[in-house]
């Protein structure tokens, strides 16, 4: 129920999911609208420093709408904006 809530909010209800073991690396942004995909950015601890600080930079400017993320996004973050938080798994 939560994935394809997920799905149908990113307008990737249509996409072919295929789940991996709880490998960091694994995750990305395999397909999407292309209007939307320059708006989407993955946040998560084997991203180097620099990718993370701009990761989250454009996030609180509302550069970057969705945030595909781990739970090392949300430690010690305080972003005003955010309207909707989806927790999977």
């Given at each position: 129920m939560a994935l394809k809530q997920t799905k149908d909010k990113l307008f990737l209800s249509k996409a072919q999911v295929i789940q991996v073991t709880d490998v960091r690396m694994n995750i990305r942004l395999e397909e999407t609208r292309p209007n939307l995909q320059a708006k989407v950015e993955t946040y998560?601890?084997?991203?180097?420093d620099r990718y993370k600080v701009r990761a989250m930079?454009?996030?609180?400017?509302?550069?970057?709408?969705?945030l595909l993320a781990t739970e090392?996004?949300?430690?010690?973050?305080?972003?005003?904006?955010?309207?909707?938080?989806?927790?999977?798994?």
């Amino acid at each position: 129920m939560a994935l394809k809530q997920t799905k149908d909010k990113l307008f990737l209800s249509k996409a072919q999911v295929i789940q991996v073991t709880d490998v960091r690396m694994n995750i990305r942004l395999e397909e999407t609208r292309p209007n939307l995909q320059a708006k989407v950015e993955t946040y998560h601890s084997t991203r180097d420093d620099r990718y993370k600080v701009r990761a989250m930079d454009c996030f609180i400017k509302n550069e970057v709408l969705v945030l595909l993320a781990t739970e090392a996004a949300g430690m010690g973050c305080d972003v005003p904006n955010v309207v909707q938080v989806i927790q999977y798994g």
